[in-house]
């Protein structure tokens, strides 16, 4: 079992940056992938950005150019960089594991609220 805790959420105005960090409970070097989500009001949960064991990072349309992810094994922790955001960023955002078993994205934080002021 892999718990996850975000942090770094918070109000920011239109343009700024934010970084939002995700600790792990267990050692992170062999989890296939871990990703951060977003959910915003009325709107379905989307992946904002993943990377791979391998250091793979795959982003999306939305978000390329303004974000960035990264993993530290050594800290068990996985981090979003979020530059030049916009209104429409905001949302609850997840941290996100895959299962070493199934390769599905089996354990989720609890989430952390980023809100973009215009």
């Known amino acids: 079992q892999v718990q996850l805790v975000e942090s770094g959420g918070g109000l920011v105005q239109d343009g700024g940056s934010l970084r939002l960090s995700c600790a792990a409970s267990?050692?992170?070097?062999?989890?296939?992938?871990m990703g951060w989500y977003r959910q915003a009001p009325g709107k379905q949960r989307e992946l904002v950005a993943a990377?791979?064991?391998?250091?793979?990072?795959n982003y999306a349309d939305s978000v390329k150019g303004r974000f960035t992810i990264s993993r530290d094994n050594a800290k068990n922790t996985v981090s979003l960089q979020m530059n030049s955001l916009k209104p429409e960023d905001t949302a609850v955002y997840y941290c996100?594991?895959?299962?070493?078993?199934?390769?599905?994205?089996?354990?989720w934080g609890q989430g952390t609220q980023v809100t973009v002021s215009a």
């Open positions: 990377i791979t064991i391998a250091g793979t990072t």
């Open positions: 267990t050692r992170i070097f062999s989890i296939p992938a």
């Open positions: 996100a594991a895959a299962s070493v078993r199934s390769g599905n994205y089996d354990y």
